[in-house]
């Protein structure tokens, strides 16, 4: 397999480049003067860096919002949920674990397989792009967190995505969709930083255009002979953006929060837009 990610010794030579651009399996982005595949979410959503770098310190977070959001929405017992995007499922084990019948998805193949580990007859994971049709009719909540939206290349294949998550839901079902604040990001990007985990030193560089945001993660693992270098792109939407979204697929956003502790939301001090959205 050829991989799609960047190392300062570049695997995808040119060559590899133009054949799978000929074989239409890889489509290319330019941006700051790099070029970024189309899907560079595969990859990197499935590095072991990624879930090092986003969720190991986060579980005290993870667990507390769940518990506060769940004793405002008070599902039915018998409840079924959909995490989308659920990466190694640690939202989807957590909701699990109050009795619910949880099923989540991700693109991500390694992630999938790690989260198997946790399955058991109310907890399921599959592999699966969000932009593809999942289950119809058949969930009565779905859920969407840590901004694991946004990162396609093109509005249909948001659209699509939005698509999936409507049909999947019973009428009257419920979506909670966790993004990122567009003005408040912008307000506070902190243009370059690092972090060291576990001996790993990842170096950030962060910046924006009119329409996404960008991050370049540099990392350097004493286990690996060349660094490693990633760039994530992420929509700046909106709330009037997912208004938008949600309308064309029967679903009318009822509640938004601002930040884990569902605070109200503040369009310039708001760290998070969080949604509570209803099918029609």
Same mark, same amino acid.
């Given at each position: 397999?050829?991989?799609?990610?960047?190392?300062?010794?570049?695997?995808?030579?040119?060559?590899?480049?133009?054949?799978?651009?000929?074989?239409?399996?890889?489509?290319?982005?330019?941006?700051?003067?790099?070029?970024?595949?189309?899907?560079?979410?595969?990859?990197?959503?499935?590095?072991?860096?990624?879930?090092?770098?986003?969720?190991?310190?986060?579980?005290?977070?993870?667990?507390?919002?769940?518990?506060?959001?769940?004793?405002?929405?008070?599902?039915?017992?018998?409840?079924?949920?959909?995490?989308?995007?659920?990466?190694?499922?640690?939202?989807?084990?957590?909701?699990?674990?109050?009795?619910?019948?949880?099923?989540?998805?991700?693109?991500?193949?390694?992630?999938? %397989?790690?989260?198997?580990?946790?399955?058991?007859?109310?907890?399921?994971?599959?592999?699966?792009?969000?932009?593809?049709?999942?289950?119809?009719?058949?969930?009565?909540?779905?859920?969407?967190?840590?901004?694991?939206?946004?990162?396609?290349?093109?509005?249909? =294949?948001?659209?699509?995505?939005?698509?999936?998550?409507?049909?999947?839901?019973?009428?009257?079902?419920? %979506?909670?969709?966790?993004?990122?604040?567009?003005?408040?990001?912008?307000?506070?990007?902190?243009?370059?930083?690092?972090?060291?985990?576990?001996?790993?030193?990842?170096?950030?560089?962060?910046?924006?255009?009119?329409?996404?945001?960008?991050?370049?993660?540099?990392?350097?693992? =004493?286990?690996?002979?060349?660094?490693?270098?990633?760039?994530?792109?992420?929509?700046?939407?909106?709330?009037?953006?997912?208004?938008?979204?949600?309308?064309?697929?029967?679903?009318?956003?009822?509640?938004?929060?601002?930040?884990?502790?569902?605070?109200?939301?503040?369009?310039?001090?708001?760290?998070?837009?969080?949604?509570?959205?209803?099918?029609?």
């Amino acid at each position: 397999m050829i991989e799609t990610y960047y190392e300062r010794k570049v695997f995808l030579f040119p060559f590899m480049i133009k054949n799978l651009i000929n074989r239409g399996s890889l489509h290319l982005t330019k941006i700051k003067g790099m070029t970024l595949p189309a899907n560079w979410f595969r990859e990197w959503f499935n590095s072991p860096y990624y879930h090092q770098l986003y969720f190991e310190h986060n579980e005290k977070e993870a667990s507390a919002f769940i518990n506060r959001l769940i004793d405002h929405l008070h599902p039915a017992a018998n409840s079924l949920m959909l995490d989308v995007a659920c990466g190694r499922g640690r939202h989807s084990k957590l909701l699990a674990d109050k009795g619910f019948d949880v099923t989540g998805i991700d693109i991500a193949p390694d992630s999938i %397989l790690f989260a198997n580990k946790f399955e058991n007859d109310h907890l399921h994971f599959y592999e699966h792009d969000m932009r593809l049709p999942f289950w119809i009719n058949y969930f009565n909540y779905a859920f969407n967190f840590f901004t694991s939206f946004g990162y396609f290349k093109t509005d249909r =294949e948001n659209y699509n995505a939005i698509r999936t998550i409507a049909q999947s839901l019973k009428r009257s079902g419920t %979506l909670v969709l966790d993004y990122l604040n567009v003005h408040y990001a912008e307000d506070r990007l902190v243009h370059k930083s690092q972090k060291e985990i576990n001996g790993v030193i990842y170096y950030l560089t962060k910046w924006y255009d009119e329409t996404h945001f960008y991050k370049r993660i540099v990392i350097e693992d =004493e286990n690996r002979k060349d660094p490693l270098e990633f760039v994530e792109r992420v929509a700046k939407f909106s709330l009037g953006d997912f208004n938008d979204m949600f309308a064309f697929h029967q679903l009318q956003v009822q509640e938004v929060y601002g930040n884990y502790e569902m605070d109200a939301y503040n369009v310039k001090e708001s760290p998070r837009l969080i949604m509570i959205a209803r099918k029609k």
